[in-house]
C-alpha cells in the first residue's frame, strides 16, 4: 500500500555525514566552559590585585592560573595587569564571587574536586571583602 522513501529526509543536512563535523563530549563541554569561568575569574582577581594588593589575592591568582592552564591541556591564561577606580572594588568583589559561584557550580557538575574547592574558597573571600568594604564606605 505505502512505497518506500527513496529520498533523504529534508531534515538531514546536504551532503554531511555525522563524521563530518567534530563532536565534543559533555565532558569536553563542561571543561571549556569551567575553563572559561576560572579565567574570567582570574581576570577580575588581576583587576583586584592591581587595587589592593595582597599575598592572599596573589596565591589565588597563581592557583586560578594553574587550574585553567590544566583544563586548557597547559596553555597559559592571558594575563594583563588592569586598572580600575576605587569605587569599583566593592563591584569587582561582587562580581568576582558571582564568577566563582558559576565555575562552582561547573565543577561540582563536572566532580571537579579541585576547582570546587578553590572556586568556593574564592567567593567566601569576595563575599567576605565585598561586605567589609562596603561597611568601610558607608
Known sequence: MYE??????VHTMAGTAPSDFPHRSREEELDIQLAGHLAALLA?????????PSPALDTAAERLAQQVARLREGV???????????PQLVT????????A???LVVAASR???????LAAEQMDAH??????RALASR
Open 4 to 9: 518506500p522513501i527513496r529520498t533523504k529526509s
Open 44 to 52: 577580575v582577581t588581576d583587576e583586584i590585585r592591581s587595587l589592593a
Open 76 to 86: 597559559t591564561p592571558v594575563r594583563s595587569p588592569a586598572a580600575a577606580h576605587e
Open 92 to 99: 569587582l568583589h561582587q562580581r568576582a564571587h558571582a564568577l
Open 101 to 103: 559561584g558559576r565555575a
Open 111 to 117: 566532580a571537579d574536586t579541585a576547582a570546587a574547592i
Open 127 to 132: 563575599a567576605s571583602a565585598a561586605g567589609s
